[in-house]
């Protein structure tokens, strides 16, 4: 008889309640001792099939699914680096849905490049970046040698970089594309957790200074490490696992991948390669910027010119979007996608997002590129122009959410992580403050220099080689020397010299090239405090110079050896090598001595001979300038050089992380005072160049990663004109900054035009005192600007060109200028620039010293300063002296007159000024436009003539150069040639019967 109610076993339901907590007990009691015994749960691990192509100490090749004979050999061959500190395996992690498996289905031959595990490989631990650089460009050449293709070639995180330093170590070759996963380029353009970029590099240098160096990275640091760059996702994965850990069957289908990321995907890292990684790719930024050093060569991204594919994750705080988005920057000539998922840094190649995402596209990619299928639809052409501020905040905004969100899964509270990212905000502050903590040191030490200091260019050079002997120092034909090299270099060359004679205070002419034997010459008479003469490259004025400096010995390299011989003086040739030969005239008589194959081994030192004995009032180098036709000495002491060092590395900021490129010939003192000095003395790294030819500047500019460019007047104009588009797609470059002096207003704006978002720092050096100006910001476009901290400080007195003399206030003194009014630039004469004949005392006060400079300047209503003219070429005319440079200033502002000269001719009783320029491409500007130009100079001030030349002669250092013109006296009436009207204010045609005029006929 049926009772009714459930016909369900009660006692059945009870058991349920009672024993199913105990049996999660249970089941997670074992599992959770079989994790600890055994590192995991234990389950059938396959792996997908491979064979051993290759095997090197550096490393060994897998090609996978090596039976398929049919695909092995037509398909296209997929090459993937694993990072330093993991396992090739990551490649691997599961049989079916790891990344050589969905590669082979998608019909793709994948090879793996296997490093293993350098504390158990002989050497590992010693291994450097270049190996593993070196060792993959091997793997591209073994590869194309089995499959007869190019390679399409991949990695992961560090992997990744590894793929992209290779290709441009190759400089393409053999490689089909690239695919990255998670690799940063602009590494500190998104460091985790928004750590400052000089934070980090500051930490990055001292680890890899101090601490790699005796230290290797075991796999358990890796690890760690892995795990803490995100914490909150490592709590998260534990806790679920220990939540899930009854569930057999739930954690088995990911249990590989645990097991993995745990424990047995992560290998050691060298010491050495840690330390490279951090030197190059941190401390100095280089992926992007360019000038990495692989085995002494320089190397850029920007010589990769096949199709990249870059894979980033929303929420990857390691590898982040804006840090991958950085190689669109650095590889100017590629064609570079971009595929972002939304994911963290493993899950871009391990985990479900990789499964349905990143290798599946990875396989159409390949594909579209070999020709057998279509462009994959996941991926876009990655921007060149968005700001990185656009994708950090996009990524920063992600970050936020994604983090927070695991926060609360874990149940910790938001406050820390949101206060971490908001620690960002504080970014700017500290990276400008980080300019100031650069500049202040080296002024510090520039304001203690007194008189009977040691300071020279020897002295520094001794001091980088001491306190970095591997870091880089010269960049040369495609070569890097470092500190030891060049310093290694410089002793030899001092011992050559001491053996020829030269001792402390002897002159000692250079006749040389830009190359690295003419700064190491100058480097060695620097230490053994001779002074150093820096010849013109002019044949015909050799002689007179050697005559004013008084020289007895010049020391020349091959190319100018046959202009040496023709003095009467002892020449010691070096550079070019030891293997080569040299062409001497037997008979000129001249006494030749080749520094190269001297034994300097075998000589001994004098006793007298004491490294850098240079003080700061000695004279150091003397240069020559040419004033209306005639040479005239420059001497620069060791204070002088000193100043201009310090400035300039101050003024422009220069780091390690710079590169200078110096343009300006070693005979030029802007050279080894701003340029050399400036790099020596900021620590930066000099390239030098042996001509100014525009394909030769990009390609420089690329392979060393050129941040700064030195110049003197118009060199920059052989780089900026309109083919000069090949320094990069859309503008792309890694220049920063142009410092020089001298640049005409017109190329200044085109140059800032051209090479934006670089800008340009212009100084102004009297040869007289210690005067140095700069227009630090360069808003002010043809300003010299104001003096740099530590130089002297200047005035502009009153002076009267026509008596050429001061005028005088009521008392007696010299009237300082008011604002806008033209008049003397003086400098004041400190204890260390020892007052010699051209100081004048009691100039504006009583008992005070001043050393008047051969320039007339005005300051205006903001303290810059205003080159108006040199003292001897102001044009006194009947109606008032007329100053040149506001009308070359003037005229260069016309988008078509390329140089421009202002100069004074005599005409029957009177003095006309005329202005001769340039066009740049043929067009002439109109009278309207000439006169619109001129209108922003008073009536008086404004040329008689303008003239359209063919030509304007620049000198060797590209000043551009009066004197043809004004030899040949007023310009011939013609077309383009017009005469001032004084009346109108307008410009006509110049006619025969308007000389006539002027000439008072």
């Given at each position: 008889m049926s009772t009714g109610g459930s016909s369900e076993d009660p006692s059945r339901g009870l058991s349920t309640t009672l024993f199913g907590p105990v049996r999660r007990i249970f089941a997670t009691a074992q599992n959770g001792l079989e994790v600890v015994r055994l590192g995991g749960l234990e389950m059938d691990r396959t792996r997908s099939p491979y064979e051993i192509v290759e095997r090197t100490p550096m490393y060994r090749l897998r090609r996978y699914f090596p039976r398929d004979d049919v695909r092995a050999t037509s398909a296209p061959p997929v090459v993937l680096v694993p990072p330093m500190m993991m396992s090739a395996d990551v490649y691997d992690v599961t049989k079916d849905d790891g990344a050589v498996a969905i590669l082979h289905r998608a019909g793709l031959d994948p090879w793996v490049v296997d490093f293993g595990s350098p504390d158990v490989e002989e050497g590992g631990l010693d291994r450097n970046l270049a190996d593993h650089i070196l060792a993959i460009s091997d793997v591209v050449d073994a590869v194309k040698s089995h499959t007869g293709r190019d390679v399409h070639l991949g990695g992961y995180s560090q992997g990744g970089m590894f793929a992209y330093q290779a290709a441009a170590y190759r400089r393409s070759s053999a490689i089909a594309s690239i695919v990255t996963f998670g690799s940063p380029v602009d590494t500190l353009g998104g460091l985790p957790f928004g750590i400052p970029a000089d934070l980090a590099s500051g930490a990055a240098e001292f680890l890899a200074d101090h601490v790699f160096t005796h230290l290797a990275v075991t796999g358990w640091m890796a690890r760690t490490g892995f795990q803490l760059l995100d914490p909150v996702k490592s709590v998260r994965t534990r806790l679920d696992f220990l939540r899930q850990l009854h569930d057999r069957d739930a954690l088995l289908p990911r249990e590989q991948q645990r097991r993995f990321l745990a424990a047995e995907g992560w290998v050691a890292?060298?010491?050495?390669?840690?330390?490279?990684?951090?030197?190059?790719?941190?401390?100095?930024?280089?992926?992007?910027?360019?000038?990495?050093?692989?085995?002494?060569?320089?190397?850029?991204?920007?010589?990769?010119?096949?199709?990249?594919?870059?894979?980033?994750?929303?929420?990857?705080?390691?590898?982040?979007?804006?840090?991958?988005?950085?190689?669109?920057?650095?590889?100017?000539?590629?064609?570079?996608?971009?595929?972002?998922?939304?994911?963290?840094?493993?899950?871009?190649?391990?985990?479900?997002?990789?499964?349905?995402?990143?290798?599946?596209?990875?396989?159409?990619?390949?594909?579209?590129?070999?020709?057998?299928?279509?462009?994959?639809?996941?991926?876009?052409?990655?921007?060149?122009?968005?700001?990185?501020?656009?994708y950090s905040s996009g990524t920063l905004t992600a970050r936020l959410i994604h983090t927070a969100a695991s926060a609360a899964e874990v149940g910790l509270g938001v406050g820390r992580v949101v206060g971490d990212i908001a620690s960002?905000?504080?970014?700017?502050?500290?990276?400008?403050?980080?300019?100031?903590?650069?500049?202040?040191?080296?002024?510090?030490?520039?304001?203690?220099?007194?008189?009977?200091?040691?300071?020279?260019?020897?002295?520094?050079?001794?001091?980088?080689?001491?306190?970095?002997?591997?870091?880089?120092?010269?960049?040369?034909?495609?070569?890097?020397?470092?500190?030891?090299?060049?310093?290694?270099?410089?002793?030899?060359?001092?011992?050559?010299?001491?053996?020829?004679?030269?001792?402390?205070?002897?002159?000692?002419?250079?006749?040389?090239?830009?190359?690295?034997?003419?700064?190491?010459?100058?480097?060695?008479?620097?230490?053994?405090?001779?002074?150093?003469?820096?010849?013109?490259?002019?044949?015909?004025?050799?002689?007179?110079?050697?005559?004013?400096?008084?020289?007895?010995?010049?020391?020349?390299?091959?190319?100018?050896?046959?202009?040496?011989?023709?003095?009467?003086?002892?020449?010691?040739?070096?550079?070019?090598?030891?293997?080569?030969?040299?062409?001497?005239?037997?008979?000129?008589?001249?006494?030749?001595?080749?520094?190269?194959?001297?034994?300097?081994?075998?000589?001994?030192?004098?006793?007298?001979?004491?490294?850098?004995?240079?003080?700061?009032?000695?004279?150091?180098?003397?240069?020559?300038?040419?004033?209306?036709?005639?040479?005239?000495?420059?001497?620069?002491?060791?204070?002088?050089?000193?100043?201009?060092?310090?400035?300039?590395?101050?003024?422009?900021d220069l780091d390690g992380s710079d590169t200078v490129l110096c343009l300006t010939p070693m005979h030029h003192p802007s050279a080894l005072l701003a340029a050399v000095g400036g790099a020596v003395a900021g620590g930066a790294r000099i390239a030098v160049a042996r001509t100014v030819d525009q394909a030769d500047f990009t390609r420089l500019v690329h392979r060393y990663g050129v941040t700064v460019v030195s110049y003197t007047w118009a060199m920059l104009r052989e780089v900026t004109g309109e083919e000069s588009s090949a320094i990069g797609p859309g503008g792309l470059h890694p220049i920063r900054l142009f410092m020089g002096a001298g640049m005409p207003v017109g190329l200044w704006n085109r140059t800032v035009e051209h090479f934006s978002p670089a800008g340009v720092l212009e100084f102004y050096a009297s040869s007289e005192g210690n005067v140095v100006l700069a227009n630090v910001s360069g808003t002010k476009v043809g300003c010299k600007g104001r003096p740099l901290p530590g130089s002297a400080d200047v005035?502009?007195?009153?002076?009267?060109?026509?008596?050429?003399?001061?005028?005088?206030?009521?008392?007696?003194?010299?009237?300082?200028?008011?604002?806008?009014?033209?008049?003397?630039?003086?400098?004041?004469?400190?204890?260390?620039?020892?007052?010699?004949?051209?100081?004048?005392?009691?100039?504006?006060?009583?008992?005070?010293?001043?050393?008047?400079?051969?320039?007339?300047?005005?300051?205006?209503?903001?303290?810059?300063?205003?080159?108006?003219?040199?003292?001897?070429?102001?044009?006194?005319?009947?109606?008032?002296?007329?100053?040149?440079?506001?009308?070359?200033?003037?005229?260069?502002?016309?988008?078509?007159?390329?140089?421009?000269?202002?100069?004074?001719?005599?005409?029957?009783?009177?003095?006309?000024v005329v202005a001769a320029y340039t066009l740049r491409d043929g067009r002439a500007p109109t009278a309207a436009q000439l006169e619109d130009a001129l209108d922003v100079l008073p009536a008086a001030g404004r040329p008689d003539i303008l003239a359209t030349v063919p030509e304007i002669a620049v000198s060797p250092s590209f000043r551009p150069s009066d004197r043809g013109l004004r030899e040949q006296g007023l310009p011939a009436p013609g077309p383009r040639v017009r005469c001032l009207d004084r009346e109108t204010g307008s410009y006509k045609r110049l006619t025969k019967a308007a000389v006539a005029r002027l000439s008072g006929e």
């Open positions: 890292w060298s010491g050495p390669a840690v330390a490279d990684l951090l030197r190059q790719f941190v401390v100095h930024n280089r992926m992007l910027t360019g000038g990495f050093v692989i085995r002494d060569a320089p190397v850029s991204l920007a010589e990769i010119t096949v199709p990249v594919l870059a894979f980033s994750g929303e929420v990857d705080d390691i590898g982040q979007t804006v840090a991958v988005r950085g190689i669109a920057r650095a590889a100017p000539r590629a064609e570079v996608h971009e595929s972002v998922l939304r994911s963290g840094h493993f899950g871009l190649v391990v985990g479900s997002g990789s499964v349905t995402h990143s290798w599946p596209t990875t396989a159409e990619w390949v594909l579209w590129r070999e020709g057998l299928g279509p462009e994959p639809s996941a991926i876009e052409r990655m921007s060149t122009t968005a700001s990185a501020r656009a960002g905000t504080v970014r700017s502050g500290l990276e400008l403050s980080s300019e100031a903590s650069r500049a202040l040191p080296r002024l510090a030490r520039l304001g203690q220099i007194q008189s009977h200091s040691r300071i020279s260019l020897g002295l520094l050079l001794a001091e980088r080689r001491r306190k970095a002997p591997s870091g880089e120092f010269f960049l040369f034909d495609d070569r890097v020397h470092t500190n030891a090299a060049v310093g290694d270099r410089v002793d030899r060359i001092v011992a050559g010299l001491i053996h020829e004679g030269v001792r402390p205070g002897a002159r000692v002419g250079i006749l040389m090239d830009t190359r690295p034997s003419a700064l190491a010459t100058a480097a060695a008479l620097s230490r053994i405090g001779a002074v150093a003469v820096q010849l013109p490259a002019d044949a015909e004025r050799l002689c007179e110079a050697l005559e004013i400096a008084a020289v007895t010995r010049v020391v020349t390299d091959p190319e100018h050896l046959a202009a040496a011989t023709t003095a009467d003086v002892a020449v010691l040739v070096l550079g070019g090598g030891d293997l080569r030969t040299l062409d001497i005239d037997v008979d000129s008589g001249a006494t030749v001595t080749d520094l190269e194959h001297l034994d300097v081994d075998s000589f001994e030192l004098p006793a007298w001979y004491v490294p850098d004995p240079g003080l700061a009032r000695e004279v150091a180098f003397i240069f020559f300038t040419e004033i209306d036709g005639r040479l005239e000495q420059r001497q620069i002491t060791n204070h002088r050089w000193a100043l201009s060092a310090f400035g300039t590395a101050s003024a422009a005035k502009v007195g009153a002076w009267d060109p026509v008596t050429r003399e001061f005028l005088l206030d009521d008392r007696g003194f010299v009237r300082e200028c008011e604002d806008d009014e033209v008049g003397l630039l003086l400098g004041q004469a400190g204890d260390v620039a020892t007052i010699q004949g051209t100081a004048l005392r009691s100039v504006f006060a009583p008992g005070d010293a001043w050393t008047p400079t051969e320039h007339l300047f005005r300051r205006d209503s903001d303290g810059d300063h205003w080159l108006m003219d040199r003292g001897d070429d102001v044009v006194l005319t009947d109606d008032g002296p007329v100053y040149g440079q506001p009308i070359v200033d003037a005229l260069g502002s016309l988008d078509t007159i390329d140089l421009a000269v202002v100069y004074g001719v005599r005409v029957g009783d009177r003095d006309l």
